[in-house]
Nanobody, 121 residues
Framework: QVQLVESGGGLVQAGGSLRLSCAAS????????MGWFRQAPGKEREFVAA????????YYADSVKGRFTISRDNAKNTVYLQMNSLKPEDTAVYYC??????????????WGQGTQVTVSS
């Protein structure tokens, strides 16, 4: 059984930083990209960032480019999202995903349960 557990969400003021973590267990995810998505109230879930299996390639939504950094540690089966210069519009539930293949478009595979990020103005 696959399990993804996100952590690191919370309440932060605009301009602040948070680091999200997502630990995967239950099986190996060899040769798969991992990604982060988010869903704000009343909106559809949207792509945020993805990182390739090797960690050498990354891809970001335009809205977070230059502010967020995705990385992974395969020895720990963990993916991270460092979020800097946060804005109120970044407020959402953030979901980790093990993509269905190694492409940076991250076709969704396995989902985590989500972690709330709230940015106050």
């Amino acid at each position: 059984q696959v399990q993804l557990v996100e952590s690191g969400g919370g309440l932060v003021q605009a301009g602040g930083s948070l680091r999200l973590s997502c630990a995967a267990s239950g099986r190996t995810f060899s040769r798969r990209a991992m990604g982060w998505f988010r869903q704000a109230p009343g909106k559809e879930r949207e792509f945020v960032a993805a990182v390739s299996w090797s960690g050498g390639n990354t891809y970001y939504a335009d809205s977070v480019k230059g502010r967020f950094t995705i990385s992974r540690d395969n020895a720990k089966n963990t993916v991270y999202l460092q979020m800097n210069s946060l804005k109120p519009e970044d407020t959402a539930v953030y979901y980790c995903n093990v993509c269905s293949d190694n492409s940076l478009g991250c076709p969704p595979g396995y989902w985590g349960q989500g972690t709330q990020v709230t940015v106050s103005s």
